[in-house]
T-cell receptor, first 113, second 112 residues
Framework: ETGVTQSPTHLIKTRGQQVTLRCSSQ?????VSWYQQALGQGPQFIFQ???????GRGNFPPRFSGLQFPNYSSELNVNALELDDSALYLC????????????FGQGTRLTVV | GQNIDQPTEMTATEGAIVQINCTYQ??????LFWYQQHAGEAPTFLSY????GLEEKGRFSSFLSRSKGYSYLLLKELQMKDSASYLC?????????????FGRGTSLIVHP
């Protein structure tokens, strides 16, 4: 058990809608990263939050946005959903930015129809 | 973006040794990670290399050559439960922050 929890576990949305995914990081971890993992692919880095500030971003459009709260939990928001956004969304927390080991949650499986 | 290359699939026999290779572009390198991911589960951390050489942790070892942009994960005494996807990830320095880039993963099938 990693202590990183994500909700919901599964979600179906219609193209054009907006979605919010949530992540509770492991106790004491102040850094949260979000990844998108398409079937048969490795995780793709979306962005990282450290102490409520975005601290690095991958090659994703601005309709992917996030928040980190004072308790270090985090949200990933995706606007104007596209069919290609269907994927497993993973959240990972670490003790600090640049930490060696990150702990992943079980992910949210998003299907866009 | 940075390319991380690793084989798509490998098969091995229970009790044997298998080596999974990973190559990457060296510019901006700031550490290499290996993760294990069983089907339908979250990735779990296996190892980290930032200096050249071999890091051993039980049945698993990871090697890094920074000048060659090359790493491998060595799994000894294979067990059926080792059947999983093995992800190579490299952290790159970019504009003051660190961007982790994952390979597609190597699906390892261990058979009796």
């Amino acid at each position: 058990e990693t202590g990183v929890t994500q909700s919901p576990t599964h979600l179906i949305k219609t193209r054009g809608q907006q979605v919010t995914l949530r992540c509770s990081s492991q106790s004491g971890h102040n850094t949260v990263s979000w990844y998108q993992q398409a079937l048969g692919q490795g995780p793709q880095f979306i962005f990282q939050y450290y102490r409520e500030e975005e601290n690095g971003r991958g090659n994703f459009p601005p309709r992917f946005s996030g928040l980190q709260f004072p308790n270090y939990s985090s949200e990933l928001n995706v606007n104007a959903l596209e069919l290609d956004d269907s994927a497993l969304y993973l959240c990972a927390s670490s003790l600090k930015t640049g930490a060696v080991e990150a702990f992943f949650g079980q992910g949210t499986r998003l299907t866009v129809v | 973006g940075q390319n991380i290359d690793q084989p798509t699939e490998m098969t091995a026999t229970e009790g044997a040794i298998v080596q999974i290779n990973c190559t990457y572009q060296t510019s901006g390198f700031n550490g290499l990670f290996w993760y294990q991911q069983h089907a339908g589960e979250a990735p779990t951390f296996l190892s980290y290399n930032v200096l050249d050489g071999l890091e051993e942790k039980g049945r698993f070892s990871s090697f890094l050559s920074r000048s060659k942009g090359y790493s491998y994960l060595l799994l000894k005494e294979l067990q059926m439960k080792d059947s999983a996807s093995y992800l190579c990830a490299v952290r790159f320095a970019s504009g003051g922050s660190y961007i982790p880039t994952f390979g597609r993963g190597t699906s390892l099938i261990v058979h009796p």
